[in-house]
C-alpha cells in the first residue's frame, strides 16, 4: 500500500510538471483567449449633451436619450427647408430675368441656387440661359448634369425634355445627326410616357434638322405627324 501511495504521489508530480511545462510553452494560451475585454461603458446622457453643444452650438431642451436622434433629424430638415426656400427664390428670380431677356442674370441666379441645392430642373433651365446666349459648351455640360439627376431620379418627362434640348444644342453647333439622335431618344420618351405636348414639339425638331439635311420628304413627314397632334 505504502508503495502504491508512493507511486500516486509521483505520478501527480510528474503531471504537474507536465502543466507547468505546457503552459511555459504556450500549449495553454488558446484558453486565455475566453477571457473577453470588458465592453465599453454606455452613452449616458451627459455624452449625449456633449455632443448636441458639438453640433449645434447649444445644449438640447432636456431631450430623453431616446429622442436625440430624431431632434437632430429634425434640425437637419428644418435647416433644409431653409436653404431649399432660398434656392426656390433664386431660381424664381433667374425665370423673371429670362423671361425679361436678362440672359446674364438668369444665369448668375440659376448658379446662385445650383451652390445651395442640386435640382435637375436647376441645371435644365441655366442650360436653356447659355444655349440662348450661344454659349453651346456650357449649355451641353449643364444639360447633361440635368438628365444624369434626372435619370437618377427616374424622371421620364425630364429625361425627355433635357434630351430634346441636347438635340437643340448640338444643332446649334452644327452637328444635325447628333442631335436627331437625342430627338430621337426624346421623342420615344415622350410617347411612352403620353407627354403629347412634348411629342409634337420633337417631331417638330426633327422635321427641322432633316430639312436642314436637304431631306425634305422626310422632314415633310415628321411635320405632318407634329401638325396631327397640334
Known amino acids: 500500500t505504502r508503495r502504491l501511495n508512493v507511486t500516486k504521489n509521483f505520478a501527480k508530480r510528474v503531471f504537474a510538471l507536465m502543466l507547468v511545462m505546457a503552459i511555459c510553452n504556450g500549449i495553454a494560451i488558446p484558453l486565455i483567449n475566453h477571457f473577453k475585454p470588458k465592453p465599453p461603458p454606455p452613452v449616458t446622457k451627459s455624452d449625449i449633451e456633449q455632443y448636441f453643444i458639438a453640433y449645434f452650438g447649444e445644449k438640447p431642451k432636456n431631450p430623453p436619450v431616446g429622442e436625440v436622434k430624431s431632434e437632430i433629424e429634425k434640425e437637419l430638415k428644418a435647416a433644409f427647408k431653409k436653404q431649399e426656400k432660398e434656392a ?66 427616374e424622371d421620364r ?55 436642314a439635311l436637304g431631306q425634305v420628304e422626310k422632314a415633310i413627314g415628321y411635320y405632318k405627324q407634329a401638325l396631327a397632334i397640334s
Not at 430627338?183 to 403620353?194: D, M, N, P, T, V
Open 88 to 153: 426656390l427664390q433664386l431660381y424664381q428670380k433667374g425665370n423673371k430675368a429670362y423671361k425679361n431677356n436678362q440672359f446674364k442674370e438668369a444665369i448668375a441666379s440659376f448658379e446662385d441656387a445650383l451652390k445651395i441645392v442640386k435640382i435637375p430642373s436647376f441645371y435644365l433651365s441655366l442650360g436653356n440661359s447659355y444655349l440662348v446666349t450661344s454659349d453651346f459648351r456650357k449649355a451641353l455640360t449643364a444639360y447633361q448634369t440635368a438628365l444624369e439627376l434626372f435619370q437618377a431620379k
Open 157 to 211: 418627362k425630364g429625361e425627355g425634355a433635357t434630351l430634346g434640348n441636347l438635340g437643340l444644342a448640338y444643332r446649334d453647333l452644327g452637328q444635325v445627326e447628333k442631335a436627331i439622335g437625342y430627338y430621337k431618344q426624346a421623342l420615344a420618351i415622350s410617347r411612352e410616357i403620353g407627354d403629347r405636348q412634348g411629342e409634337g414639339n420633337h417631331l417638330g425638331n426633327l422635321g427641322n434638322a432633316y430639312h
